[in-house]
């Protein structure tokens, strides 16, 4: 080590060991106001949008339970889907949702198969249908990722096989970061089950170091927001 560096490790050293004092005109430490839930809420959910959006998936905004029905039949209707595979909702009644895409003539595929023949044969008709549509379990406001756990009601199939996708989340189930979703969802659940973790639409750069979308999963990811109806 050169003198120079010697003289720079004990300035640094000294100034480490030194007590700091508070400037003069620092403010005193009053009352910390904490955040109003429904302004937490709209902040995660901001950010997840942003993120999501730069990642090449699309947030198509923030709906009350009754109004999810009606949005994902428009957004079937724009990206002219005939056939649609739907999943269990976590907190949403998807029931309802398939309802509403068989009245609007897009034909629904559900899971419900349980001998291996039946979920084969679920699966390839999963592959190919036009629409995936599940809720999260999760989302990671940080990086715009959703946490989708796979299960017999709701498989990973769903948000593998399918060209588009739209995953919808609870507005309470907004996490800020990757560590409070795995605290949310437990971390029991990462080792006992499939949970995928999806930030935006499928893409590689394996051909020819050129980004490509649609190749190992959907092309066209959409999300929105679940606003919990006030009791």
């Known amino acids: ?75 079937a209707r724009a990206i002219g889907a005939r056939t649609a595979a739907i999943g269990a909702g976590v907190t949403l009644d998807t029931a309802a949702v398939a309802r509403a895409l068989e009245q609007a003539g897009v034909a629904v595929i559900q899971p419900g198969a349980s001998g291996d023949a039946e979920r084969a044969s679920y699966r390839e008709r999963v592959a190919g249908c036009d ?19 796979g299960s017999a009601a709701s498989p990973n199939s769903l ?12 507005a309470d189930r907004m996490r800020p970061d990757l560590a409070a979703a795995v605290a949310a969802i437990g971390a029991e659940t990462f080792t006992s089950k499939r949970v995928a973790l999806i930030t935006g639409p499928s893409r590689t750069a394996d051909i020819e170091k050129m980004i490509v979308l649609g190749v190992h999963g959907p092309k066209q990811l959409y999300a929105l927001a679940i606003w919990p109806n006030e009791v």
């Open 159 to 170: 948000t593998l096989l399918p060209p588009a996708n739209l995953i919808m989340v609870s």
């Open 131 to 149: 629409f995936g549509i599940v809720e999260a379990d999760a989302a990671i406001a940080s990086t715009g990722t959703l946490a989708v756990v």
């Open 1 to 75: 080590m050169s003198a120079f560096h010697k003289i720079i490790a004990t300035v640094k050293s000294a100034l480490e060991r030194a007590p700091r004092a508070a400037p003069a005109h620092a403010p005193i430490p009053g009352v910390i106001v904490p955040i109003a839930h429904d302004a937490r809420r709209a902040e995660l959910i901001s950010q997840f949008a942003r993120e999501l959006e730069a990642v090449g998936g699309a947030f198509l905004g923030v709906y009350s339970p009754d109004e999810i029905r009606a949005r994902t039949v428009a957004l």
